[in-house]
């Protein structure tokens, strides 16, 4: 099964943290996370059509203006999502540059706060020299994105503020039956995109004109083949309490890969507890209680530098002992 989501990380374990999602054959991707992007091409950069931040920490945060200044031309909205008080951050990031040249641009920033059981929502219009415009509130349910074929949830978690974790899943995989296509004479072509998306909404009397020919849903469902949908989870800067790892258990359950951080050795616990964030020890525990499939290491302290291999097998160790 060829995989929808190509996923690969921004920078090293030792830098800021993120994740570059490329979503095959639709042309766009999403961006966990918002530090230093300078390694992200333009061409990498025009295909974000989401960013999901977890806070607003320079390390998670100080890429915006990098991204925002290649996208200022796009005539798609640009979507981020962050927790409380996220649009206060991005109007304040805003309100820091002068804007009286960019009437004719067609950029609009929508901005989506996580607030407890709401999500809020704010506009930024290049046309009106990025003034708040105070959008849509929708209830939170553990979702904050969902765009056929797949959905984004989130945790809130405790990293002495508000910190968000996220899942990315697909709600099914469509594959195409390539041997089957070809014994059924039927060409490859724009078709085959119009025959996964009625799958996926269920539209049983969709037809589509293939070569002159009208087929049903029905003649040509054979070609296709579906099996269970891919989920990736990225967990960053929670503190390693009884709450939050629940909470990320619950998040990143069956999870084909777990990108979460592993900030401190067991060893160093205790700062781990002051700083708020994970050790290595605690991501294998979650991991392997959540039922991952494979566990990848990521925001290690620049501490461990000499020997990161320490951070990372002490991540896997615990994750072998704690799985089922």
Known sequence: MRPSFHVRPVN???????????????????LFDLGFTTSLSPRDILKITDIF???AHIDHFIGFDNILR??????????????AGFIQRIEGRLSG????????????????????QEIRGSLFRAENHFKKEEGLIRPFDGTVMDEPPFKIKAVILDHQIPCLAF????????????????????PVGSWLRDLKMAIRQGDEDRSFVIDGRRYSLTEVRDIV????????????????SEENIKRI???????????????????????????????????????GMAGVRRLEPIHISPKYMDDPDEVINEALEAFSRYQG
């Not at 090293?12 to 999403?30: H, K, Q």
């Not at 619950?250 to 890969?257: A, G, K, N, P």
């Open 53 to 55: 931040v977890s806070h």
């Open 225 to 240: 083949k579906v099996t269970k949908g891919q989920k990736l989870s990225y967990v960053v800067d929670a503190l390693g």
């Open 12 to 30: 090293g374990p030792f830098d800021d943290p993120g994740l570059y999602v490329r979503i095959l054959r639709e042309g766009r991707a999403l």
């Open 70 to 83: 290649f996208h200022l031309r796009r005539d798609r909205p640009l979507r981020l999502y962050g927790p």
């Open 97 to 116: 540059y002068t804007w009286n040249l960019i009437q004719d641009y067609p950029l609009v920033l929508e901005i989506y706060e996580v607030q407890g």
């Open 249 to 287: 258990v619950e998040l990143v359950r069956d999870s084909d890969v777990l990108y979460i951080e592993t900030y401190f050795l067991d060893r160093d616990s205790e700062r781990a507890r002051e700083r708020h964030h994970l050790t290595a020890r605690q991501a294998g525990m979650i991991a």
């Open 167 to 186: 899942s990315i899943e697909e709600e099914f995989h469509i594959n195409i039956d390539k041997a089957r296509l070809k014994e059924k004479g039927l």
